[in-house]
């Protein structure tokens, strides 16, 4: 059973930074495209980044274009995300996830997605 754990949520000034973090355990994860959503109070779960399991493809959403990095690291079995130049409007719980195949497609959709965390808190106030 594969378990994901996030951490690195906070409470930060615009303008500032946090760096995500979602630890992958239960099985090899080397593979697989993961994926970082986020959900406001009231909205939908939005697709924030995903990076193949090489890493050597990436996706973001529009608005974090040149302000948030995906990356990961094989050898710990951990995904991150990089957020600068943080907006009150990135306030949301944010989610990592993960696809169970093996392919390289970066799907933006939560139901592409099959094992999820349990979300960590990102506060940015004005």
């Known amino acids: 059973q594969v378990h994901l754990v996030e951490s690195g949520g906070g409470s930060v000034e615009a303008g500032g930074s946090l760096r995500l973090s979602c630890a992958v355990s239960?099985?090899?994860?080397?593979?697989?495209?993961m994926g970082w959503f986020r959900q406001a109070p009231g909205k939908e779960r939005e697709f924030v980044a995903a990076?193949?399991?090489?890493?050597?493809?990436?996706k973001y959403v529009d608005s974090g274009k040149g302000r948030f990095t995906i990356s990961r690291d094989t050898a710990k079995n951990t995904v991150y995300l990089q957020m600068n130049s943080l907006k009150p409007d990135d306030t949301a719980v944010y989610y990592c996830a993960e696809r169970s195949t093996t392919t390289v497609l970066l799907a933006t959709t939560p139901s592409s997605y099959d094992y999820w965390g349990q979300g960590t808190q990102v506060t940015v106030s004005s």
């Open positions: 990076i193949t399991g090489s890493g050597d493809r990436l």
């Open positions: 239960g099985r090899t994860s080397s593979w697989r495209v």
